[in-house]
T-cell receptor
């Protein structure tokens, strides 16, 4: 059974800092990994999608890496801004028969202080 | 031009009632989902439909019954609501591995 862990559970940083959020998963047989952002009381916004054959994806100040063999992904946020404050969720999609299923971590609550 | 929409956004009801949450996606996706986010913010899959057929049915009480009248809709009906059903319910659709979420329905059972 796939399990996804995100560390840290919460992170508070001053504006302008670069930061890394970590995600680990127990079953390396994944189809892809997706990072989401969730603002309080809102739905999920997809940030980056990494296919199992890829090592990283970049979008603006965000960079996500994937090391499938070790079951790890990181989300790097450069030059953080107060608007980046949100909960960041990592989710993995299984391969084969579990391809339809996304398994989520519990998220990292990020606060960027002005 | 909302991609995945849910109604209602908020639902407050008493224990024992039956309620429905509707979901529609205008993305042309084949696969749709229902997720539950509990008070600790943990998101867990409940159901998945592909082309109106049930694909995933996690360990969910049979008081919860999804219905997909067509590919663009996946509704969730809940019978005999209990206090523990209070949560935020998210609908989602999927294409080519990427998942798109609705805004969520906050259900409060009193």
């Amino acid at each position: 059974k796939q399990e996804v862990t995100q560390i840290p559970a919460a992170l508070s940083v001053p504006e302008g800092e670069n930061l890394v959020l970590n995600c680990s998963f127990t079953d390396s047989a994944i189809y892809n990994l997706q990072w989401f952002r969730q603002d309080p009381g809102k739905g999920l916004t997809s940030l980056l999608l990494i296919q199992s054959s890829q090592r990283e994806q970049t979008s603006g100040r965000l960079n996500a890496s994937l090391d499938k063999s070790s079951g790890r992904s990181t989300l790097y946020i450069a030059a953080s801004q107060p608007g980046d404050s949100a909960t960041y969720l990592c989710a993995v999609r299984g391969s084969g028969g579990s391809n339809y299923k996304l398994t989520f971590g519990k998220g990292t609550l990020l606060t960027v202080n002005p | 031009d909302t991609a995945v929409s849910q109604t209602p956004k908020y639902l407050v009801t008493q224990m024992g009632n039956d309620k429905s949450i509707k979901c529609e996606q205008n993305l042309g996706h084949d696969t749709m989902y229902w997720y539950k986010q509990d008070s600790k913010k943990f998101l867990k899959i409940m159901f998945s439909y592909n082309n109106k057929e049930l694909i995933i049915n996690e360990t969910v009480p049979n008081r919860f019954s999804p219905k997909s009248p067509d590919k663009a809709h996946l509704n969730l009906h809940i019978n005999s609501l209990e206090l523990g059903d209070s949560a935020v319910y998210f609908c989602a659709s999927r294409y080519d591995g990427e998942q798109y979420f609705g805004p969520g329905t906050r259900l409060t059972v009193t």
